[in-house]
């Protein structure tokens, strides 16, 4: 049942996203544009931003941070053949990966290490996003580009949206998907301030992201949690992502 529970949840969020990606581009192309346009309405907007993807950036690199968010317990050992944790064993971990065999498919190596192609797709992405965002908030940008940054932001963030209703990625498709979301979200960010400015769109934006985030959380760990419900091992314990 409880299978069952997460994958309706996952959907549910993903469901949510989809619609609130969709409210995002009906804003963008019909709210008003504002009267006022508020001294500290642009610093104020890309200081969170920036400070959202550095938040990101520092999961990426320290995944051990996350497995908190992340946790996991077989709660039910009876369906496994024992009754109590002393007759488990541990799982080691790589990153935020159990090193059991089962989540090959979830890292890739490099010099013989292994990486999560989601993270470094989110760190890529978040090198790239705070990188956009510096030039545009200094540089600035013509009314013509911010429409097509808008409109290549969009697509990006629907495309990483919709690898969330794949069971089934390959590594470059997991790095993909997670560069598209906060790339994708940089360049929404910087359509919305070059063409509307609207602060309350821009706001809603930016509790967007947190929840595409939480979704993309969310789903990740519930893909996690079936691969280890259907693992035939015994004695296996669990714990965290």
Request: one cysteine or more; glycine letters at 10%.
């Amino acid at each position: 049942m409880d299978h069952y529970n997460s994958r309706d949840q996952s959907r549910i969020l993903t469901f949510i996203s989809f619609m609130g990606l969709f409210i995002l581009l009906g804003l963008y192309l019909f709210a008003p544009e504002p009267g006022t346009i508020y001294w500290f309405q642009k610093p104020l907007i890309f200081t969170i931003f920036v400070a959202i993807c550095i938040l990101g950036g520092l999961a990426t690199v320290y995944p051990s941070f996350c497995k908190g968010v992340l946790e996991f317990r077989k709660e039910d050992f009876s369906t496994k053949g024992f009754s109590t944790k002393d007759d488990c064993y541990p799982i080691c971990f790589q990153g935020h990966h159990p090193d059991c065999g089962h989540f090959e498919s979830h890292t890739f190596r490099i010099h013989g290490k292994k990486y999560c192609p989601g993270c470094s797709g989110l760190f890529v992405g978040v090198v790239l996003a705070v990188a956009f965002v510096l030039i545009y908030y200094f540089k600035g940008m013509p009314l013509l580009y911010g429409n097509i940054s808008f409109g290549i932001g969009w697509v990006m963030v629907f495309i990483s949206l919709l690898s969330l209703t794949l069971r089934v990625m390959g590594t470059r498709s997991k790095f993909t998907a997670n560069l598209f979301l906060v790339v994708g979200s940089a360049l929404l960010i910087i359509g919305l301030n070059t063409f509307k400015g609207n602060i309350l769109v821009e706001c809603y934006f930016l509790l967007l992201i947190v929840f595409f985030i939480l979704t993309r959380t969310v789903t990740s760990k519930n893909n996690h949690e079936r691969i280890c419900r259907s693992c035939q091992k015994t004695g296996c314990l669990y714990d965290s992502y």
